[in-house]
């Protein structure tokens, strides 16, 4: 993994939008992998200008995103569907028929296999976003002392993320205790890995990423075995490296 310092969070997303500009005008059809949270919001911002103003292209390209909360409807507010298409796909010239969001509702192990089939048919992912949670989740793998769980899968969500995520809720009991993820497996066989990370809140989770061992008990650490990865952080989420 390689680890880029930028002043803020403006700068950290003017970078990732520029990664997503080169690798889309080197390939049109590229597959993306797509993140929900607070951290990605400037990068999608500038993406929608760089749309806009006719510089970058998503006509052709795919999407999967990392992760959905289990039970909820994709039109609930809190849903990863509703951001990605409020936040991202409701102003870029994607095809939404081309984007995809893990599905939460009915059988979930069936979706969650399906996920990855589609996944395999659509080539793999070329470019996977990332953010990263207070206790170096990624996507919604959670740490887990057993194994880095490799397929997409139904996850419990840890007590911590719970709190963390119940702002987007109206109280925290709304908050569902389990979610759809892309597995560890499924970013692994990413061919490009950016995670992002801004603010003084995920610098103990970075250093533990970036400095500690690999270890399932911070999932982003796999990370550094991937063969092109890199972090984009602003000073702050970097301040303990
Ligand atoms: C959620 C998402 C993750 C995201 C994390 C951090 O748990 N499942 O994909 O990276 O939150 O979110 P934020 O960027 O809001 O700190």
Request: glycine letters at 8%; proline letters at 5%.
């Amino acid at each position: 993994m390689q680890v880029y310092v930028y002043r803020n969070e403006e700068q950290v997303a003017q970078a990732a939008a520029m990664i997503f500009a080169a690798e889309l005008a080197a390939k049109p059809n590229l597959v993306l992998g797509l993140a929900t949270g607070t951290t990605p919001i400037p990068t999608y911002q500038r993406l929608i200008a760089l749309n806009r103003d006719g510089l970058i292209d998503f006509s052709q390209a795919r999407s999967y995103n990392l992760d959905e909360y289990v039970g909820l409807e994709p039109g609930h507010p809190a849903s990863y569907r509703y951001f990605m298409n409020v936040k991202l796909f409701d102003h870029i010239n994607i095809d939404k028929a081309n984007t995809h969001v893990p599905s939460g509702l009915g059988d979930v192990k069936k979706n969650a296999d399906a996920y990855d089939a589609a996944i395999e048919e659509a080539g793999g992912i070329d470019l996977q976003l990332l953010g990263i949670g207070h206790n170096g989740h990624i996507g919604f793998n959670e740490p887990n002392p057993r194994a880095f769980i490799y397929k997409t899968n139904v996850v419990t969500l840890t007590p911590s993320t719970i709190q963390a995520n119940a702002r987007l809720f109206d109280k925290e009991a709304d908050v569902p205790r389990q979610a759809i993820s892309l597995g560890i497996g499924g970013i692994m066989n990413a061919r490009r890995v950016i995670l992002l990370a801004t603010g003084r809140g995920k610098a103990q989770a970075v250093r533990d990423a970036v400095k500690g061992d690999i270890t399932p008990l911070l999932p982003a650490s796999i990370l550094k075995a991937h063969r092109n990865a890199q972090f984009l952080l602003d000073e702050e989420a970097a301040s303990l490296l």
